[in-house]
Every structure is written in C-alpha cells, then in structure tokens.
C-alpha cells in the first residue's frame, strides 16, 4: 500500500496552519489514505455506506464479500435480489447496485478518462448514474482517485470530527464548514480524513 505522494507534504502544512488538527495528525503518525485502485469496488463501497455509520457499512460489506464472488460489475449484477438482501442492504441501495454494475457492463462510465477531469467535472459525470450522489462521487475522488483537495461537506462524520476537535455543538452548519475549511486548502482531502479517523478506531476506507 502506497501513500498518496503529497501525503507527507500535507502533513506539514495541515500542523503548521492548525494546532488542534495537527495534534490529530500527531495521533496517527503511521496511517494514511490509501487507494484500491478499483473504480467498481469504490463506488459499490461508497453506495453501501450511504448514510450508514463506519461500523455498521463494514460490517454490510463484509456480508457482501463473504456471499458474492467477486465484487465486480457482472457477479453484483447477477446476484439475486433475496441474496443481496440478506447482506443488509434496503432495497434502495440494491437498485443502486445494480444500476452501478449497468452502467459499467454497458460502458456508460469510462474510470480512464477521469485521470485527466477536474474534481468537478468527474462529480457531474457520475451523478447521471441512478444512486450516485455528490457524496458518492467525493468518496470516489478521495478514496480512488486520491484527489487532494476534496471536502465532502455533507458527510456527518466529517462535521462530527470538526465540532470534536474544536469543542462546537454538533451540528455546526454547512457554511461554517466550508469557511473553516478555507484554512486546510488545498488539501482538504487529508484534513478530511484526519477528521474521521479521531472518531473511528479503524481508518475509513472504500
């Protein structure tokens, strides 16, 4: 597993600009983001941990990994409805599921062309798939991509790490997020993940 290569360089910059983050950083010296490298297994991850706690998405997935054969497009795309049911999944995320594995049988996403988009410009393209939101699409930008920059701001364990670190009422609103988020520019990705990995004993991951 390779670090993302401005890992290191965030690192600094994120302890220099903010004392109580960097104390979170200080914390796990050792772990970072990594990247699966797989657009399905990515996105499949993202859509199972739609609006779920950490513990509770594992926990989904692993159901997923032990009762399919392989996590990719044309195994999910065959697997009964009864099947993916009984892994924990609503019948919402199921057809989202299922709409994923279409859209990459049929070739109606291309995971290659992405290397060269901006974030923006890849989100508005994956949210034309049924099931795939914004937050979806920045957990792709973080978790596979490694895109650096990317603050998901309506994801409830970042907001809920940003009112631990600073002792704040949760929830704070969005637009105080991201204004305090100007300050870990431009990499928001980093602090992001620092973020939830003060409230999770295992590191997030998709």
Not at 15 to 44: H, M, Q, R
Not at 130 to 144: D, P, S, V
Not at 153 to 169: A, F, P, S, W
């Amino acid at each position: 597993m390779k670090k993302p290569f401005f890992w290191e360089k965030a690192k600094k910059v994120l302890i220099s600009k903010d004392k109580k983050l960097g104390e979170i950083i200080s914390n796990y010296p050792k772990d970072f983001l990594f990247s699966k490298s797989d657009p399905f297994y990515t996105l499949a991850r993202s859509i199972v941990g739609q609006q779920i706690s950490v513990k509770a998405a594992q926990a989904v997935w692993d159901r997923l990994e032990n009762k399919v054969k392989r996590i990719e497009p044309n195994y999910i795309s065959k697997m009964h409805f009864m099947s993916l049911k009984s892994c924990g999944l609503s019948r919402q995320k199921i057809k989202y599921l299922k709409s994923l594995s279409s859209a990459f049988m049929q070739n109606k996403i291309n995971p290659d062309k992405w290397k060269k988009y901006s974030d923006e410009d890849i989100i508005n393209e994956l949210v034309l798939i049924k099931g795939i939101g914004r937050w979806t699409a920045e957990m792709y930008l973080i978790f596979n991509l490694c895109r650096p920059d990317i603050f998901p701001v309506d994801d409830i364990g970042l907001l809920r790490g940003i009112c631990k670190c600073y002792n704040l009422n949760y929830p704070i609103k969005k637009e105080v997020a991201l204004k305090m988020s100007e300050n870990w520019k431009p990499y928001r990705s980093v602090a992001t993940w620092y973020f939830w990995r003060s409230l999770d004993p295992i590191p997030v991951e998709y």
